[in-house]
């Protein structure tokens, strides 16, 4: 039987990692909360806008309304990439190589290992970041689509088109695919592997009841799991065309709430689902046996994440009541 041991923080979780072993939790209002012998609080910011973790797992990049760009790693050291500034971080991204970028409205800055910094601008206000899986190439989510940019060359963006507003971007784990969250309540997904200047093929994922605020790849990138329903959908990945042609899976449909939050196990092919009344399950994608993680709480589910092995779950709610599953118990 799964075992929660809870913390209640007051405050809405907009993210939440694993650094090393230690579980953290990333706060609105700045603060990032780490368990390790105790409650360690650290004030990196005057409000938080975006999280995420390093690469290698050990740090979390964090932005916030101050302007600033903070890592804060695994034994709670606190470095300063971006000193305050007048414009919102409104988005981050961490790449290979200990790369880092972070937005901050049209302008996208990349922060290499070396110190290398170089800036790309785009007509819109920049929404979503991500890196490729391979090669230092970065995408950047905005108005009508998405511009992929080369940090350490000098050829123009490649621009993928779909009209409306596009506000998270991320690249498969095999960097076959591109899929974006909209404003609208739909996913879009783009083929990377076609040849160049041939046409591009386009995946439409629609028929939410609600705006996509939560995306997960399964361990191989098989399946892609998001909110936005009363039921988790995996759409599925494994073919050469992704989605297209083909209906999701809907896990662990519930009649009276919504999923706000998914998180793949990183060994296994099944899938966290945070649920508004703050309920959790695991669902296994194969046949969708259920198993309980924890009852409903305070407030909605808003962040979750697997420890590397896949036996602890953190996660955090809008109410701020937090905690970390022990799936064996």
Known sequence: MPTVAPIDLDDHCLATAFLGQV???????????????????????????????????????????????????????????REPARKWVSAVAAGPQGAVAFAEGRVATVMLADGTQRSFEEARTIEGLAFAPKGMRLAMARYNGVSLVFVNGNAPAVDFEWKGAHNQVLFHPDGRFLVTAMQENALHGWKLDGKSGSEQRHMRMTGYPAKVKSLSWSNRGKWLASSGAPSAIVWPFS???????????????????????????????????????????????????????????????????????????AFGSQAGDCGVVDIAG
Request: glycine share 14%; aromatic share 2%; hydrophobic share 40%.
């Open 239 to 313: 073919g050469k065309d992704g989605p297209m042609g083909k209906a999701p899976k809907e896990l662990g449909q519930r009649a009276d709430t919504m999923v706000t939050c998914v998180a793949c196990h990183p060994v296994e092919d099944l899938v966290a689902i945070g649920f508004g009344d703050g309920m959790v399950l695991a669902v296994r994608i194969a046949d969708s046996k259920e198993a309980l993680l924890r009852r409903p709480g305070k407030g909605a589910i808003t962040a979750m994440a697997w420890n590397k092995p896949g036996r602890l779950l």
């Open 23 to 81: 579980p953290a939790f990333a706060l609105a209002s700045g603060q990032v909360v780490r368990l390790d012998h105790g409650t360690q609080r650290h004030e990196l910011h005057d409000g938080l806008l975006a999280a995420t973790t390093t690469w290698d797992e050990q740090s979390l990049i964090t932005g916030g309304e101050d302007g600033k760009v903070m890592r804060l790693g695994a034994d709670g050291t606190q470095t300063v990439l």
